[in-house]
């Protein structure tokens, strides 16, 4: 019995000892960031070259984009020269009619019975300890809303936030939980 449980103890001590020593650290966010490597991140100012949207979209897109990773991860937020490191644009920013509705006037043109808000990023993340993991990428997400019951103005922020948290999370995905 004594033999058996020096042995049990023995083995639950190396596997700790192994689970210690790994230099991969995964966590409940799906990441593997090695952090023995990558300590920091930065991200630059992402700029509005959309021609549309709300006034402070650019700061809204760049401090939810930093929030994300501090929350999601153990990186450093440095000013500039972080071992990853995040810059673009959002490129796009279109309203486009999804389903037509008739008037039931035929002196009366049909009209949008939903209204599509589309948002596109461009983002260039490098990533100094491993250069194989560097990508410019367009990350895209839309929402619809009803413009029969209400206005953009009504609900244009809210839609904002929704489709940038959609895209924050495919950004990610794409950089740091290699999915």
């Known amino acids: 019995m004594k033999l058996i449980n020096r042995t049990l103890r023995s083995a639950l001590f190396a596997v700790i000892l192994l689970l210690g020593g790994c230099s991969v650290n995964y966590s409940f966010t ?3 960031i090695n952090y023995e490597l ?3 991140f930065s991200v630059d100012n992402f700029f509005n070259d959309s021609g549309g949207g709300p006034a402070n979209m650019e700061q809204l897109f760049t401090e939810s984009l930093k ?3 501090q929350r999601n991860t153990q990186l450093e937020l440095v000013r500039s020269n972080g071992d990853l490191q995040f810059s673009g644009a959002i490129k796009r920013y279109a309203l486009t009619p999804q389903a037509v509705v008739s008037s039931g006037n035929p002196n009366l043109p049909d009209r949008a019975g939903q209204m599509r808000l589309t948002i596109s990023v461009e983002v260039e993340y490098i990533n100094l300890s491993n250069e194989e993991e560097n990508l410019k990428q367009n990350f ?3 929402q619809d809303y009803d413009p029969r019951t209400t206005t953009l ?7 904002v ?3 940038f948290r959609n895209i924050i999370q495919d950004i990610f995905t794409a950089t740091v939980a290699n999915w």
């Open 30 to 32: 799906g990441t593997n």
């Open 153 to 159: 103005l009504d609900v244009e922020s809210q839609l």
């Open 161 to 163: 936030e929704e489709i």
């Open 38 to 40: 990558v300590q920091s």
């Open 140 to 142: 895209s997400f839309f």
């Open 67 to 69: 929030d994300y990773y």
